[in-house]
């Protein structure tokens, strides 16, 4: 791995169903974050994790969860779909959290 | 409430020079990026500023005044590759990225 992972790629969902988003970094960045794009918007936070073990909310966290059991992954959980989530999911990593964000491929997720 | 504003779109000929501006109101302030992001792919780092002026780098530049909630990013020299969206972003006073949303380079030949 170098750098930042995200799977899957892309993902067709069927609304109420549940679905986790991985992230993984290998740059032993502090600092983790979530974001959504939508055409027309930019970049909105959904959850950050500025260390290991830390949790906070973003701009639209409503709908999501997150877990940072250690440095390396961020996994977002969408508890029941819907079709308002419909987004580019991008995972972003920075070393101390006041610096600049790197970013994962992104996952295209559809729920219908 | 915050709100970072850039052109939508902006059009340019191969060769030459364009400015893509950025204003924004936020709740404090600890810094401005610019990120490129070329169609289907993620954004990647282009600059930061946290002082007034600019700083130069290669065919970039990126310009900051911190008195007027301004900045503009300078792309001289354009090629066809530099057809990508420009984000600006500005890191508030808890360390969030506030971004703009984007202004889309079209590049003509």
């Known amino acids: 791995i170098a750098g930042i992972t995200q799977a899957p790629t892309s993902q067709i969902l069927a609304a109420g169903r549940r679905m986790t988003l991985r992230c993984t970094q290998d740059?032993?960045?502090?600092?983790m974050y979530w974001y959504r794009q939508d055409l027309g918007l930019g970049l909105r936070l959904i959850h950050y994790?500025?260390?290991?073990?830390?949790?906070g909310k973003g701009e639209v966290p409503d709908g999501y969860s997150v877990s940072r059991a250690n440095t390396d992954d961020f996994p977002l959980t969408l508890a029941s779909a819907v079709p308002s989530q419909t987004s580019v999911y991008f995972c972003?990593?920075?070393?101390?959290?006041?610096?600049?964000?790197?970013f994962g491929p992104g996952t295209r997720l559809t729920v219908l | 409430g915050q709100n970072i504003d850039q052109p939508t779109e902006m059009t340019a000929t191969e060769g030459a020079i364009v400015q893509i501006n950025c204003t924004y109101q936020?709740?404090?302030?600890?810094?401005l990026f610019w990120y490129q992001q070329h169609a289907g792919e993620a954004p990647t780092f282009l600059s930061y500023?946290?002082l007034d002026g600019l700083e130069e780098k290669g065919r970039f530049s990126s310009f900051l005044s911190r008195s007027k909630g301004y900045s503009y990013l300078l792309l001289k020299e354009l090629q066809m590759k530099d057809s990508a969206s420009y984000l600006c972003?500005?890191?508030?006073?808890?360390?969030?990225?506030?971004w703009g949303a984007g202004t889309k380079l079209i590049i003509k030949p």
């Open positions: 740059m032993r960045h502090n600092a």
């Open positions: 972003a500005v890191m508030d006073s808890n360390y969030q990225l506030i």
């Open positions: 972003a990593s920075s070393v101390s959290g006041r610096d600049e964000q790197f």
């Open positions: 500023n946290v």
């Open positions: 936020t709740s404090g302030f600890n810094g």
């Open positions: 994790s500025n260390t290991a073990g830390t949790t």
